[in-house]
């Protein structure tokens, strides 16, 4: 296993266009998340999935923002009418339920770097 | 909320110094506390992680001891590399829950000078 994939690595959009991101984890592992992380802070969670279910979202992912699962495998992040606010780069990790109590760690993949310009 | 609250960086430091990068928190419960580390042009690893309170997690040479009575886990390491220059992430995630819903700190940048 390669570990977590995301792709693009790098996107330069111009306000007002939507974007879409994708997250291939690792493939044992049935949760993922999406993070968000601005210049000089750490990683601020937006949402994570089980399989397929969204089971949380935070409050930083306004309506503009969409996230999918749809077979419980990838995951894609879309953004919808871009800001320059948005311009950050966007994490998605795995891991294996808390219930899986042998081994639970999130790994983590090299993240999307989003400029809106 | 929960939150975490890392010393300010940048640090920097000679090959061979002693490291410490303060970190503390504010969780009720008893949250599981992890330091995770972003080398130059990779992803964030776990680099070591406590479970309760009193515990050291240890990996590479790093240590963190959960403190429950100072809401702190201050990441230590003897003698540092150029290696160990990288971004070190304190995060903590509340008792109970998935270890992949992470709260992070700030951020401290550590360079190592030969």
């Known amino acids: 296993d390669t570990g977590v994939s995301q792709n693009p690595r790098h996107k330069i959009t111009k306000r007002g266009q939507n974007v879409t991101f994708r997250c291939d984890p690792i493939s044992e592992h049935n949760r993922l998340y999406w993070y968000r992380q601005t210049l000089g802070q750490g990683p601020e969670f937006l949402t994570y999935?089980?399989?397929?279910?969204?089971?949380?979202k935070s409050r930083l992912l306004s309506d503009r923002f969409s996230a999918e699962r749809p077979k419980g495998s990838f995951s894609t992040l879309e953004i919808q009418r871009t800001e320059q606010g948005d311009s950050a780069m966007y994490l998605c990790?795995?891991?294996?339920?808390?219930?899986?109590?042998?081994?639970?760690?999130?790994?983590f993949g090299q993240g999307t770097r989003l400029t809106v310009v | 909320g929960d939150s975490v609250t890392q010393m300010e960086g940048p640090v920097t430091l000679s090959e061979e110094a002693f490291l410490t990068i303060n970190c503390t928190y504010t969780a009720t419960g008893y949250p599981s506390l992890f330091w995770y580390v972003q080398y130059p042009g990779e992803g964030l690893q776990l680099l070591l992680k406590?479970?309760?309170?009193?515990d050291k997690g240890s990996n590479k040479g790093f240590e963190a001891t959960y403190r429950k009575e100072t809401t702190s886990f201050h990441l230590e390491k003897g003698s540092v590399q150029v290696s160990d220059s990288a971004v070190y992430f304190c995060?903590?995630?509340?008792?109970?829950?998935?270890?992949?819903?992470?709260?992070f700190g700030q951020g401290t940048i550590l360079t190592v000078h030969p």
């Open positions: 999935f089980q399989n397929e279910a969204q089971l949380e």
């Open positions: 990790a795995s891991s294996f339920p808390f219930e899986d109590t042998l081994n639970t760690e999130a790994f």
């Open positions: 995060a903590l995630t509340p008792s109970g829950t998935s270890y992949g819903k992470l709260t």
């Open positions: 406590a479970t309760k309170a009193d």
